[in-house]
């Protein structure tokens, strides 16, 4: 599996781990300033000793502003004036700490390279780093040599780390609003297809009306003929709706299912969708798709899902399909439902109202819903009908066949 391949299963859960991790990386790595502290409380006299330990605490602290506040992608105009206190701290603190003072020289690199961005961030990074190099930290050279790589590595390390939880969060972000726009284009998609069919007629209706209030009483058999060809132009403008939110509807559940596999993926969601049998009859495949939709919204809305499974399974003239996803929330607060997940706090709102409306579209087809939480994953069963029997049904759409 590529980089790539495995960036698509990042998600809230994937972004608060990575900001968790180089969290405990960046305070713990603060512990190192322990070592010039030590060094100076055995060593120096009292008043270098309070210097160096003002200097090495103050260098400390201005490091975990810093480093706290790029993981969590909280920048303010404070940090710039943070980052200049901290550069001069860093200048004296190798003339009072002594030779261990490259414990924490790691420190304003990291500074630089997670508060400023492109050119700036490399320079101030390279520059702190060469500093060391000819500040008095030793008069052995060996030491100062291994010193300045090992704080090169380190910073490194740690701005890296750093700068990938941000970039995972704004992968996340990215995500869910390309998913919010995807369902925004359709909305506007369905909305200028009902205005074509509309506007046209109602503009017609308007008019043939206005006219309509000019003829003189007189002649009554001309203003019974306008008004009958307006009742017609209003007939055929409500069976034009009728077809536009019937054609919205039936949609072709393969097609459905290719939107939603887009959608989801586009929000970070792998999908692996098992083939449906092609046989099933146009009624199911309606209810089906409408499952499918629902269960998609619920995803984006509600869950923390990574993972989307679509399973189907045989047995005589029953056909059951599984839609399984690991977006239930550890906190039992909400537990990810249908193709995705929908919010539920409790026994009694798993069935809400989108869950209900499938029940219902699914009961129209002699079929059922069924749902449970195991391991963190929520399963959606439903059962259909391979065939149908009966030669009178109601439609998903409400339409009488």
Request: proline share 3%; glycine share 10%.
């Amino acid at each position: 599996m590529g980089a790539s391949q495995r960036l698509r299963g990042v998600g809230p859960g994937t972004v608060r781990l990575a900001r968790a991790t180089a969290g405990v990386f960046l305070v713990g790595m603060a512990a190192f300033a322990a070592v010039p502290l030590a060094e100076a409380l055995g060593a120096y006299s009292t008043v270098r000793v309070v210097t160096a330990v003002v200097l090495i605490i103050g260098l400390t602290g201005c490091y975990l502003w810093l480093a706290v506040r790029a993981v969590l992608d909280r920048g303010s105009r404070w940090d710039l004036a943070v980052l200049g206190v901290m550069c001069a701290l860093a200048l004296a603190v190798p003339f009072a700490a002594g030779p261990t003072w490259l414990s924490v020289g790691f420190m304003l690199p990291l500074a630089f390279a997670v508060t400023l961005r492109g050119r700036w961030a490399a320079a101030g990074f390279f520059a702190s780093l060469a500093a060391g190099l000819f500040l008095p930290a030793s008069q052995d050279l060996s030491w100062v040599l291994f010193g300045s790589l090992q704080n090169l590595l380190t910073a490194g390390a740690l701005a890296g780390l750093t700068i990938f939880a941000t970039l995972l969060a704004e992968l996340q972000r990215t995500r869910e609003e390309a998913a919010k726009l995807a369902i925004t284009e359709e909305r506007l998609r369905f909305a200028r297809e009902l205005h074509d069919v509309l506007g046209h007629n109602l503009s017609v209706i308007a008019m043939r009306t206005e006219l309509g209030t000019r003829i003189p009483p007189e002649e009554i058999g001309r203003l019974r003929r306008e008004l009958t060809e307006i009742h017609d132009i209003a007939s055929r403008s409500l069976h034009d709706v009728r077809a536009v939110v019937k054609g919205y509807r039936e949609m072709s559940l393969e097609r459905e299912l290719s939107g939603v596999r887009r959608v989801l993926e586009t929000a970070g969601v792998r999908c692996d969708f098992a083939e449906l049998p092609p046989s099933l009859p146009p009624e199911v495949r309606v209810a089906l798709a409408w499952a499918v939709r629902e269960a998609a919204t619920n995803l984006l809305r509600h869950s923390d899902a990574t993972v989307c499974l679509v399973g189907v399974e045989t047995q005589g003239d029953r056909v059951t399909v599984t839609v399984a996803n690991d977006g239930v929330r550890p906190d039992g607060g909400a537990i990810a439902a249908g193709a995705a997940g929908t919010a539920a706090t409790a026994e009694a709102t798993v069935g809400g109202s989108g869950l209900a409306g499938l029940d219902e579209r699914l009961a129209q087809v002699d079929g059922s819903c069924g749902r449970h939480t195991e391991d963190g994953w929520f399963t959606l069963s439903l059962d259909v009908p391979g065939r149908l029997l009966a030669a009178t049904l109601t439609s998903a759409t409400g339409d009488r066949r």
